[in-house]
């Protein structure tokens, strides 16, 4: 029997987290837009071919943008419009009229893509150095480790969030949510003296704390074909 709806199935749905580029409006202007565009992506081109935009419209007055035009200019420029925030109902409407959906995120989640200029004068040993917290991470605060590993001497509390571009090492209890490689490395780990996270990510795979037993002893969570793994240290 179960092998029958295996057969008749066309798809299966699974639960996986993505970073997507905000680039929130502050012009509408047709050729400011343009040449500003024009001359961030000639700095960085690697870094914006075919990646998906996220536009955010809270700074704008929805009805004086022509969200078709700024599309096009977006793709033709090789970046990829996928959804919009912070538009009135009428652009929302016509976001989905041109196949975008329409997203409600917080702009505190917002980070910003391009670093000011100070920031790219560290040296490489800066950039690969692991990021090193002593103490502990307290609930509703956020700690990310662009680049690097992030390492924490000690407890993490539920509703907190650790982000990493590398791994996460958390001596003491890992409670809250931790996302490893978030730069798409799959390699990443997660190691942790015990196990009381809400959320456990590695390169946009993801596993909720209803799907998981709390390990009392030290762990690490790792990804192996595509399904977070935990395994004790």
């Known amino acids: 029997m ?10 299966k749905l699974k639960g996986r987290l993505y970073t997507f580029t905000v680039m929130q409006i502050l012009h509408t202007d047709r050729a400011l837009f343009a040449q500003h565009l024009a001359d961030v992506i ?12 996220v536009l955010d419209c809270t700074a704008i007055d929805s009805e004086s943008f022509d969200l078709q035009w700024f599309c096009k200019c977006l793709r033709e420029q090789g970046l990829m419009p996928i959804a919009i925030q912070g538009g009135n109902p009428l652009l929302e409407t016509l976001a989905q009229c041109h196949g975008l ?4 995120a917080s ?16 040296s490489s040993s800066d950039i690969l150095k692991s990021k090193l917290l ?7 605060q956020q700690v990310v480790s662009k680049g690097s590993d992030l390492v924490i001497t000690a407890s993490v509390s539920h509703g907190a969030e ?11 209890a890992l409670r809250g949510r931790a996302l490893a490689g978030l730069a798409g490395d799959k390699t990443a ?17 993801y596993l909720l704390s209803d799907s998981f037993e709390p390990q009392a002893c030290p762990c690490q969570i ?8 935990i395994e004790p240290l």
């Open 107 to 122: 702009l505190n989640h917002d980070k910003p893509l391009v670093r000011k200029n100070k920031d790219a004068k560290q």
């Open 189 to 205: 780990r997660i190691f942790c003296q015990s196990l009381e996270a809400e959320l456990l990510s590695i390169a946009g795979f």
């Open 101 to 104: 959906a329409v997203l409600n």
């Open 134 to 140: 002593t103490t502990p991470i307290r609930s509703g």
């Open 222 to 229: 790792f990804l192996q074909d595509e399904q977070i793994k």
């Open 2 to 11: 179960n092998d029958n709806i295996l057969k008749s199935q066309a798809f």
């Open 42 to 53: 000639i700095k960085a081109p690697r870094l914006f071919d075919k990646i998906p935009v």
């Open 162 to 172: 650790l982000l990493a571009d590398g791994n996460i090492h958390v001596y003491g």
